[in-house]
């Protein structure tokens, strides 16, 4: 990829074609020129543009966006044309001018599409999801795709094909409602022999959704120990409980800020932190409820799920037994960046999602505040499946 403007421009591009191809599903469906699939509006055409191909070949992405701006500049022709009787031949003309000079791209620019190709995921990456996809993944997955996510399950030897890892880029690769589709309705070879079962006779598009949001959890807990976050992880939708007030959604609590995760349990006993004017403070406890505050501005605000322990704890590459005293870090945006391990100071090494153009910003500040530095000035530009999240 080149550099910071070759990234503006392209994001424009893609964010662009992203709302135009969304925006004519929603009409064709307003219209009742095309159906639902699976709960949401179906895609009516087999192939869609692959922003995915034009994120890595800015040839054909400039030529697009070129021929973009020529026939929006051709269709203002067309109604100046419309308009203004004294101008028509020459509007006219003009306009089909600018339709011969674009640079029309190749059919390289178009990927197979699915029904489900557009379709967002209705789960928010909520604990809730995550742990029902648990479920899901041990009892329908796990025997093919492994326990692990590294695609080593004990039926593998009797596969034609053997399944990917999900503990690497795959997930993050494809666009949500295509790793759907492959899930609901299976995978064939070139030969039309099925690689990956279709499971949309045992499970519903709710276990389906669910399931994806634990394949994402299992691609950063495997990826933690391999250095890193395969993909952007966000921080999981749960409700927080401050003190005795009524439990609020945790984008309602977060509203905008930076939030610090820290694990805490019955043995951290006065390891509960104080408040940080630079975060806002998530507590984590194994039955998602908090013991009495032994000191003041300790952080009073918690998880109210006794499932979270175990979401985090994989997000964090831990067991459930080895998170208490574990920290994470999410920016702005609700984007986990870093995590710290029980006991130690913060530094760079704790980066787990960096930022795929990256400009090193060089700062003086050590430990966390370098830590929080970086994270602002390096948002996450997420493009998954060509699609900007
Ligand atoms: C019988 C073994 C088997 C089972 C059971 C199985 N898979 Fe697969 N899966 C595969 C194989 C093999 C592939 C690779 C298929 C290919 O590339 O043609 C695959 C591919 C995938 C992919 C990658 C799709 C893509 O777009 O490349 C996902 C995601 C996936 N499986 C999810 C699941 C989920 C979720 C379940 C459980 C609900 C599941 N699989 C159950 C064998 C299996």
Same mark, same amino acid.
């Given at each position: ?71 929006? =500049? ?14 028509? /031949?020459? &509007?006219? *003309? %003009?306009? !089909? ?105 045992? =499970? ?14 299992? /691609?950063? &807990?495997? *990826? %933690?120990? !391999? ?53 806002q403070t998530l507590l984590i406890t194994p039955d998602g409820t908090l013991p009495p505050p032994t000191r003041a501005f ?50 760079? /090494? ?5 930022? !795929? ?33």
């Amino acid at each position: 990829m080149s550099g910071p403007e070759a990234t503006v421009w392209l994001n424009a591009l893609l964010r662009f074609l992203q709302w135009a191809q969304h925006g004519v599903l929603v009409l064709l469906h307003t219209l009742g020129l095309t159906g639902e699939a699976h709960g949401q509006p179906a895609w009516p055409w087999d192939v869609r543009i692959a922003g995915e191909t034009l994120l890595i070949d800015l040839g054909q992405a400039r030529q697009l966006g070129v021929t973009f701006i020529a026939v929006a =500049l051709a269709l203002l022709a067309v109604v100046i044309a419309v308009l203004v009787r004294r101008w028509r /031949a020459v &509007s006219l *003309g %003009v306009a !089909a001018g600018f339709l011969v000079v674009a640079p029309w791209p190749s059919v390289v620019v178009l990927a197979p599409a699915m029904p489900t190709s557009f379709h967002v995921s209705p789960t928010a990456f909520s604990v809730v999801s995550i742990t029902h996809g648990t479920r899901v993944y041990n009892t329908a997955c796990a025997s093919c795709h492994g326990a692990d996510g590294r695609g080593e399950g004990p039926l593998t030897a009797t596969l034609t094909r053997w399944p990917p890892t999900v503990v690497g880029p795959l997930l993050g690769r494809r666009a949500d409602g295509e790793l759907f589709w492959h899930i609901a309705h299976g995978m064939q070879d070139v030969q039309g022999v099925t690689t990956m079962p279709a499971f949309a006779d045992r =499970l519903s598009d709710t276990d389906i959704w669910a399931v994806l949001d634990y394949m994402k959890v299992l /691609a950063a &807990s495997g *990826g %933690v120990r !391999a250095g890193g976050w395969p993909l952007p992880v966000a921080l999981p939708a749960l409700s927080v409980r401050c003190g005795d007030a009524p439990p609020q959604s945790l984008v309602a609590w977060r509203n905008g800020q930076r939030v610090r995760v820290v694990a805490v349990d019955a043995a951290s006993g006065n390891g509960i932190p104080l408040e940080d004017p630079r975060f806002q403070t998530l507590l984590i406890t194994p039955d998602g409820t908090l013991p009495p505050p032994t000191r003041a501005f300790q952080a009073r605000c918690v998880a109210a799920s006794a499932d979270a322990w175990d979401v985090f704890a994989a997000i964090a590459g831990a067991g459930p037994q080895a998170f208490s005293g574990t920290q994470l870090l999410a920016d702005r945006n609700g984007w986990l960046r870093a995590r710290g391990e029980p006991g130690t100071t913060w530094s760079d /090494a704790d980066f787990l999602c960096t930022s !795929a153009a990256r400009e090193t910003t060089p700062t003086h500040a050590s430990g966390l505040d370098s830590l929080i530095a970086r994270m602002d000035a390096e948002p996450v530009r997420y493009v998954k499946g060509g699609f900007i999240h």
